[in-house]
Each structure stands twice: as C-alpha cells, then as structure tokens.
C-alpha cells in the first residue's frame, strides 16, 4: 500500500475465533516496525463481539494518519488474551510528496554542450583550411619567382594566378614558345651562308659566260 504524507490511511485486521468463554474477552492492538526492525509502542484497537454463532469473523478497522516518510514499515495486528497471536502484516510505503515524473534537464544540458562543441571544432576546421589554402599560396607565388628568374623582370606584370596548377601550366607554354624561338633563329642563321653560297655560285656563272666569249 503507497499513501501520502499526512493523509488518512485506512485498512483492516481479519479475526476468526470460536465462540467459547475463554475467547469473549481478548483485546487487539497495532504495532509498527519499520524498515531498520524497530518497532514502536502497541496501541489498542477497538472490535465490537458480536457473539451468537460457534465461529465468528470480525473485522477490525484501523484508521492512521502517517506524518512523513519514516513511517513507512509494516504494521502488525496482535490478539492477546488468553493467548498472543499476530497477524501477517500490512506494509505501507510513505511518501512526502506525490510521484513527478523524471527530469531531463541533465540530459538537455549535455545535448547543448556536444551540440556547442562540434560547432566549434567545425569553425575551427574551417579557418584551419583556409589558413593552409593560403599558405600554399603564397608558396606557390615564391616558387614561380624562383624558377622564372631574371628575364621575367623584363616582361611586363601579369595578374596572379588562382592556383598553383595554373600557374604551372602558363609556364610550361612559355617553355615551348621559348624553344620554338630559339630553333627559328637557328634555322634563319644556317639559310644565310646558303644564300652567300648562291650568290658566289651566280657571279661565277657569269665570270665564265665573259671568259667564253673572249
């Protein structure tokens, strides 16, 4: 049985007896012994015989009235006169206030930190790509004045490039423009002797027509 602090308890004590002169008169009292096995002082409880039949049945009704939560335990019937009996016991659990359901303060309170911390770490992984995007960058822009060296002071600016790929491509055209350049002038160094030799070859035609005719 479950009842609240300071509110009217009601419950029965059952006894069956026989209708015999030495069981008339008896008296009932109640007892409690609470969770720790202590128990308190007997306390009368008031039956009305009703005598007549060879065995009767009375119903002794107990009316209490628990103040706080330490008077939770079992409380007992006694028979007494001409002999004790005991009855098996009626446990009643007090409680001081009415039943609430469970909080779950505790558990929002850790879903809003895990929450607070990923968005953190998300802000911080954020500004940590974006710090080595721009250091390979500027890595990028070093090794390309590097490799171009001083002719490139002579050409004029050009913007800089999105990537490093990029600008790696830019340079690797200006390679190839660079051979086609210079096996141009090769070629146009090695037509001229064979002009020179033409020409020579021509006037000697011409020097031996004159021999002829003398």
């Known amino acids: 049985m479950v009842s609240l602090a300071n509110t009217a308890v009601t419950f029965s004590c059952r006894i ?25 002082l007997k306390k009368p409880i008031y039956c009305q015989h009703s ?35 005991q009855g098996s016991g009626t446990f009643i659990l007090v409680r001081d206030r009415a039943y609430q359901p469970p909080s779950f303060k505790l558990q929002e309170d850790l879903l ?13 992984g954020t500004a940590l ?13 070093h090794i390309t004045r590097t490799c171009l060296g001083p002719k490139s002071t002579s050409r004029t600016n050009k913007p800089p490039a999105e990537s490093i790929y990029t600008d790696l491509q830019r340079r690797e055209t200006e390679v190839y423009a660079c051979i086609e350049a210079e096996t141009a002038s090769s070629v146009s160094s090695q037509s001229l002797p064979s002009k020179d ?16 005719n003398l």
């Open 51 to 85: 005598p007549g039949a060879e065995n009767h049945t009375l119903d002794c009704v107990v009316k209490l009235s628990l103040p706080n939560a330490s008077a939770t335990g079992t409380y007992y019937c006694l028979v007494q006169e001409p002999i004790s009996v």
């Open 129 to 141: 790509l974006l710090w080595k995007k721009k250091q390979m960058s500027v890595l990028g822009k």
């Open 112 to 124: 809003f930190g895990f929450t607070g911390l990923l968005c953190i770490l998300s802000v911080l």
């Open 16 to 40: 069956n007896h026989q209708d015999m002169p030495e069981f008339k008169d008896f008296t009932v009292s109640l007892f409690h012994e609470d969770l720790h096995g202590k128990r308190s």
């Open 197 to 212: 030799k033409l020409n020579r070859f021509e006037e000697d035609n011409e020097f031996n027509l004159v021999y002829e």
